[in-house]
């Protein structure tokens, strides 16, 4: 099993930044990819970023520029570095993680940009 817990969210104004954490714990040497997600009111969940376990990295296109993700294997930590936020950027933002069988998620973090 792996457990993945969430964290830096809140509300800033369009143009901010924001930096969310995600701590992964238990079978983390299993994991495949591990990246972010989000989910604005009424959408569907949708894939933001992710890195892959022989460090490839990719990113969806509204967030190409503005998002970087990172990686801290010592600290089984992964972040999303969120800039030039914009008020479509709100949303709760998971974290999810993949090995060959299983798919995990964590609880999530509310994102909000105002105007």
């Known amino acids: 099993q792996v457990h993945l817990v969430e964290s830096g969210g809140g509300l800033v104004q369009a143009g901010g930044s924001l930096r969310l954490s995600c701590v992964a714990s238990?079978?983390?040497?299993?994991?495949?990819?591990i990246g972010w997600y989000r989910q604005a009111p009424g959408k569907q969940r949708e894939w933001v970023a992710d890195?892959?376990?022989?460090?490839?990295?990719n990113y969806a296109a509204p967030v190409k520029g503005r998002f970087t993700v990172s990686g801290d294997n010592a600290e089984n930590t992964v972040y999303l570095q969120m800039n030039s936020l914009k008020p479509e950027d709100t949303a709760v933002y998971y974290c999810?993680?993949?090995?060959?069988?299983?798919?995990?998620w964590g609880q999530g973090t509310q994102v909000t940009v105002s105007p």
């Open positions: 999810g993680a993949s090995s060959t069988m299983n798919v995990y």
């Open positions: 238990g079978s983390t040497s299993r994991i495949k990819h």
């Open positions: 890195i892959s376990s022989g460090g490839y990295i």
